[in-house]
């Protein structure tokens, strides 16, 4: 399906291990594709299983406890 839409970001908001399996098939994806984005990359079992096939997945950040944003007010 990947190689007849060609597209350039592919984006994995599926369970944990559905993430897993499509990324199995990450040399299967045709060239158009520059960015990968998958929530399940924000655990650390994603890239223990997958080891190199996990590099440059862009994933969400649970929690970050040593940084801080000012609070911002909107208009009033």
């Not at 592919?10 to 993430?19: I, S």
């Not at 199995?24 to 223990?48: D, K, Q, Y």
């Amino acid at each position: 399906m990947l190689l007849a839409f060609g597209p350039e970001v592919l984006v994995l908001v599926g369970r944990f291990q559905d993430d897993v399996t499509i990324m199995r098939t990450r040399h299967l994806w045709p060239n158009t594709v520059r960015e990968v984005a998958a929530v399940a990359s924000g655990i650390r079992a994603f890239s223990i299983e997958l080891g190199p096939v996990a590099q440059g997945v862009i994933g969400p950040s649970q929690w970050e406890p040593w940084i801080s944003f000012p609070n911002t007010v909107g208009p009033d």
